[in-house]
């Protein structure tokens, strides 16, 4: 009898030990489904808060010069939304050098300004024109003029690496609208490859306060950064026109759009 209320005893307390830990088990996965929920919220609320940055921008740069027009010549704003800092930084696509509309010659001048070795930067804006030209021939480009819709495609071609590939990226578009950049509000190494010297391109970066805003149909890269007081960081990546949308109200339509979360 002793025997059996002892095998007994140690049953109940192994029952006690199981039921404990699938307790403590429930107990942990609602913690983590709650922190994972959590994290989530404030991933979205992040990205919302990017978003209307990206209004702000937009606002800004139509505003009159009086009322505080901002440039487009990427410098950076900075904007202070609920419990949010917004960092924007607004660059004028008509100051960029276009990949589907500018020639090797102006291609290979950016790459040689940004130290590419002159004969790397020769093959790479042969690949460049080599890409567009055969999208051409076969048709791929129909309803656009040229090869290239982002410039993500950039990091396809032979030759090219990372590095240069982030360095090359904010001074290229393919939402230009002629094969020679605007000068008046292109950033130095643009400047530079189209072969003006240091002195002028000085000049012209103390004049940009007199270039408009804003122009009708223009393209604008519009950047915003949210940094939360706490949970998690979000970048909007945005190519705005500025003409109406059909979205009743609006008077920008979209050209392009990337996003992004990192969790802090």
Do not use: C
Not at 11 to 27: E, K, P, R, T, Y
Not at 65 to 71: S, Y
Not at 98 to 113: G, H, K, S, T, Y
Not at 227 to 238: H, R, T, W, Y
């Amino acid at each position: 009898m002793m025997r059996i209320r002892g095998a007994a005893l140690v049953l109940v307390l192994w029952l006690i030990v199981l039921l404990a830990g699938l307790v403590g088990g429930f107990a942990f996965a609602a913690r983590v489904e709650a922190l994972q929920g959590r994290t989530a919220e404030r991933g979205v609320q992040a990205r919302e808060h990017a978003r209307a940055g990206v209004e702000y921008a937009v606002w800004r740069l139509q505003a009159r010069p009086d009322a505080g027009r901002w440039i487009a010549d990427g410098r950076r704003y900075r904007w202070q939304f609920d419990d949010s800092r917004i960092e924007l930084r607004i660059t004028d696509e008509r100051g960029k050098v276009d990949l589907n509309l500018a020639d090797r010659a102006l291609i290979e001048a950016l790459l040689r300004v940004l130290e590419v070795a002159p004969e790397r930067a020769a093959l790479l804006a042969h690949a460049i024109e080599l890409r567009r030209q055969a999208a051409g021939a076969n048709g791929a480009a129909a309803s656009a003029p040229g090869a290239y819709v982002s410039t993500v495609e950039l990091r396809d071609l032979p030759g090219m690496d990372l590095p240069l590939y982030r360095r090359l990226r904010p001074l290229v578009t393919v939402h230009g609208v002629a094969g020679r950049p605007l000068a008046q509000v292109a950033t130095e190494p643009v400047l530079l490859a189209m072969g003006l010297d240091p002195a002028v391109v000085a000049g012209l970066r103390q004049a940009q306060a007199a270039v408009p805003g804003h122009a009708a149909g223009g393209s604008y890269r519009i950047e915003s950064h949210v940094v939360p007081a706490q949970g998690a960081e979000a970048q909007l990546d945005v190519v705005v026109r500025l003409l109406p949308s059909p979205i009743p109200g609006s008077t920008y339509s979209i050209a392009g759009w990337e996003e992004g979360t990192a969790s802090r």
